[in-house]
């Protein structure tokens, strides 16, 4: 059976195929980010990684929230469904903005032993665990939203254009 | 001799990246048009704006007795219908606009003004879509049958739910079968208006003495015509298009009749 390929998405029609990314990437990154605290003076390439991660999340964050306000004025819902939307809405604005101030921390974070050479644990694991607090509870509010994207699409019944 | 070997690696790492992502592109259009030919009966042949499907009539759907027969055409009919059905609205609205502020009922006469403030708002929204399709938005403007302000609600509720039980959904069929964005936007905003429209309408003839005082202003959206009887409008964007809530127009007069 040949293999046929999926056509080249609209931009109304993006939604549904960048939202996983993002919260996937961001989802992986404070595994990168506990490794890089632990191996913090023996190597810095997972905390680079973990850098790498967060902007990929961050940039996918930008595109879902784009291609989602694209996606919303196409959507038959009811106004339960409309509610739901506009909070989804709500929630991911909130997560763009939360992740990205997140990774511009952890930039720093990452880029604070060109400012000061000899950083100890006594340092490096606070920053880290006040980094983590906060990464959390943005976390959180990722789950929030994409549990009300994944309802919008099996309980309401919202379908993309594809 | 490290700074060299990363550079290389850079290097690398981004031909094989532009190589995957001109796979990608060349293997998705290849699929794209590989489609056509292979689904002979597919929704896309029966729907398309090239070969319009032969004229249905969804009358059997329509929910209230005497509503209008539906032809459901292409796109770009269909659209055509929409676009004369909403300048018919437009025009019905000012004047029971005029005949409720006559009659006393002057939170009647604003929702009539905001509602035929959206109906404008919606026939502007389909006439661009139709532009972009190629034709040219055309109206017959009827004179409005004015009646009491109470037969004037039924008729105005009865008139929206016909357009949101009847003709926009199936209007709206054929917009998505045909993949067009800008139908689906406009058709779909205009649908949700007119079930916002059909309650507003519902909930003055549960009051209609209630009418006889203003208790509130509405509030329309620009762009899709999303319209509210709030004092303050308690989101920060439209529901339905995300059109910023300090965009929206206050309705706190009724409109003169042209
Ligand atoms: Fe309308
Ligand atoms: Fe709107």
Known sequence: MPISLPPVPKWEGLHPLVVHFPIALLIVAPLFVATGMLLWERTRAYAVAALILMVLGTAGAWVSVASGVAAMGLATVNAEGREVMARHQELAMLVRLAFSILTALYAAIVALPLFAKRLTPKVVVPVHLVFFVLYAGAVLVLAAQSHLGGRLVHEFGVQALM | ?258
Request: hydrophobic share 40%.
């Open chain 2, 1 to 258: 001799m490290l700074r060299s070997c990363s550079r290389r690696l850079v290097v690398y790492v981004g031909l094989l990246l532009s190589a995957f992502t001109l796979v990608l592109v060349a293997g998705c259009k290849s699929g794209e048009e590989g489609t056509t030919p292979a689904e002979p009966g597919g929704m896309k042949k029966a729907v398309s704006q090239a070969e319009p499907p032969a004229k249905t009539t969804a009358k059997e759907n329509a929910t209230e007795e005497g509503a209008p027969e539906l032809k459901v055409g292409t796109t770009l009919e269909n659209l055509q219908a929409a676009f004369d059905g909403e300048s018919n609205a437009h025009k019905r609205y000012l004047a029971f606009a005029a005949k409720a502020e006559e009659e006393g009922y002057k939170q009647a006469a604003l929702l009539f003004t905001a509602a035929a403030r959206a109906e404008e708002i919606h026939a502007k929204s389909h006439a661009k879509v139709i532009e972009k399709l190629g034709g040219t938005p055309t109206a017959d403007i009827k004179e409005p049958e004015v009646k009491t302000t109470k037969e004037n609600l039924e008729a105005a509720l009865k008139g929206e739910t016909y357009e949101k039980n009847t003709m926009y959904p199936e209007f709206l069929k054929v917009a998505k079968a045909d993949k067009n964005a800008d139908a689906i936007r406009t058709l779909n905003g205009a649908m949700t208006v007119e079930e916002e429209h059909a309650a507003l309408y519902q909930a003055a003839l549960d009051d209609l003495e209630g009418q006889k005082a203003i208790t509130s202003p509405l509030w329309v959206c620009p762009v899709c015509g999303h319209t509210v009887q709030a004092q303050k409008l308690d989101f920060s964007n439209c529901p339905i298009c995300n059109t910023p809530a300090d965009q929206f127009e206050k309705i706190d007069q009724v409109a003169a009749a042209k």
